[in-house]
């Protein structure tokens, strides 16, 4: 008799879990139909667009800031570059940026696209195209929000650090040698000014020793 009632009892408890999870099913299954749940299938979707380029590509699912691949750029119905193996970034809407090249030539454009580059650090790749074919590309460390005329030459220079996360130690007066990699928004597109980076240099650590990222050498900052 005792055995029958634990039959019983177990059996009635795995019925009630049955059902719970048979509602949660549906439940999600008229959320996901309706809506309510965004889809984890991967979509195309249009990063940016203007008046005659058109930026596309297809959204993996991932929490948090978007990822993208399959990327593709038409200028007019001209199909001028494709991508299906970089995963691209938005920054959180802040890529793509697409700005027209001043004269000489009022037919090219500079498109600037975020994504993951080597040891998974953001980059931004740069295209200077035309309406048929990618002229020139580049590769840059992505941006950080300290956009200021470094070398006092009236225009506003971006910078960013290819080794971002080089920190010697944290809120102290010393430093790995690791300079910025600094950019001059021109109107024929971004240009590297080295000009800027070793001034930025001489006043951050007080003697200029290249350009390139010392990780064996730790430096005083000036001013600590």
Not at 41 to 66: M, W, Y
Not at 127 to 146: A, E, K
Not at 167 to 195: K, L, Q, T, V, W
Request: with cysteine.
């Amino acid at each position: 008799m005792r055995l029958f009632k634990d039959i019983v009892y177990w059996f009635s408890i795995l019925l009630v879990l049955f059902f719970c999870v048979l509602t949660c099913n549906i439940v999600q299954q008229e959320d996901l139909e309706s809506g309510r749940i965004p889809s984890l299938e991967p979509k195309e979707e249009i990063l940016s667009q203007s008046d005659r380029v058109l930026i596309k590509a297809t959204q993996k699912p991932a929490a948090g800031n978007a990822f993208y691949q399959q990327l593709s750029i038409k200028i007019d119905t001209n199909l001028i570059y494709y991508d299906q193996d970089k995963l691209f970034t938005t920054q959180f809407g802040l890529l793509p940026i697409i700005r027209k090249i001043e004269p000489p030539s009022d037919t090219q454009f500079e498109i600037l696209l975020g994504f993951v580059g080597q040891y998974e650090y953001d980059r931004i790749l740069q295209l200077i195209v035309d309406s048929t074919r990618v002229i020139r590309q580049d590769t840059f460390p992505m941006f950080v929000g300290m956009h200021q005329d470094v070398d006092d030459d009236g225009q506003i220079e971006f910078l960013g650090n290819w080794f971002p996360d080089l920190n010697y130690c944290f809120d102290c007066d010393s430093s790995y040698y690791n300079p910025p990699a600094i950019y001059e928004m021109h109107p024929m597109g971004f240009r590297y000014d080295s000009a800027a980076v070793k001034i930025w240099v001489e006043k951050t650590y007080g003697k200029f020793e290249g350009y390139e990222t010392n990780k064996y050498k730790v430096v005083k900052l000036i001013g600590e």
